[in-house]
């Protein structure tokens, strides 16, 4: 089953009960994104739901919050790694991004 929604940022009580009535509907998973706007509903649906949770970061995200690196080539992805950490402990399974290679490069470093 695939469902997705818009969300009104001000009214974060519609993104928990539609989220809740998505599971109810049979969904086993579910998807947050943008990721860095979706913290405060992620621990809320983490107390309310068994379903796995999943945030995603848009290509925004990543542009805004890395940078390139002129001299190595590579990207500063700190405040990345500093986001999806906050997710991990906020109850997220896991989190998709498009920044995974670079984060995979800076945490093997």
């Given at each position: 089953m695939y469902e997705e929604f818009q969300v009104n940022p001000?009214?974060?009580e519609q993104f928990i009960d539609t989220a809740l009535q998505v599971v109810g509907d049979g969904a086993d998973m579910l998807l947050l994104g943008?990721?860095?706007f979706s913290a405060d509903?992620?621990?809320e649906l983490k107390k309310r739901t068994l379903a796995r949770l999943f945030p995603f970061s848009v290509s925004g995200e990543y542009t805004t919050l890395s940078h390139m690196d002129?001299?190595?080539g590579r990207r500063d992805v700190r405040r990345l790694v500093e986001l999806?950490?906050?997710l991990m402990?906020?109850?997220?399974e896991a989190s998709i991004?498009?920044?995974e290679l670079d984060i995979a490069r800076y945490?093997?470093?």
């Open positions: 001000g009214k974060p943008p990721a860095m509903g992620l621990t002129t001299a190595t999806f950490t906050m402990r906020g109850g997220a991004t498009y920044a945490l093997n470093d």
